[in-house]
Nanobody, 125 residues
């Protein structure tokens, strides 16, 4: 059974930091590009970033570039999202995602292979 479980969400003040983790099971982690999406209240789910199979390539949405960093530990089947300099507009439910392909244009909500259930991040100003 495929499982992606996010953790590390919570409440933080603006300019603070949080680190999200995504622990996985039930699929061959090394064979998938791992990434993150987020969904703010009343808005559509949006791409945050992704990291290639062996961590050689990352891609980020412009809104988080320079503030967020995605990493992965293939030995532990876990992906991470380090979020620094958080802003109130970063408030959202953050979802871990797995996709077999890296091409940025393919990272849409309808094309992701596996999803986590999400973890809430609230940033107060």
């Amino acid at each position: 059974q495929v499982q992606l479980v996010e953790s590390g969400g919570g409440s933080v003040q603006a300019r603070g930091s949080l680190r999200l983790s995504c622990t996985t099971a039930g699929f061959t982690f090394d064979n998938y590009v791992m990434g993150w999406f987020r969904q703010a209240p009343g808005r559509e789910r949006e791409f945050v970033g992704c990291i290639s199979w062996s961590s050689e390539t990352t891609s980020y949405a412009d809104s988080v570039k320079g503030r967020f960093t995605i990493s992965r530990d293939n030995a532990k089947d876990t992906a991470f999202l380090q979020m620094n300099s958080l802003k109130s507009e970063d408030t959202a439910v953050y979802y871990c995602a797995a996709h077999a392909l890296l091409q940025r244009s393919l990272w849409t909500t309808g094309a992701v292979d596996y999803w986590g259930k999400g973890t809430l991040v609230t940033v107060s100003s």
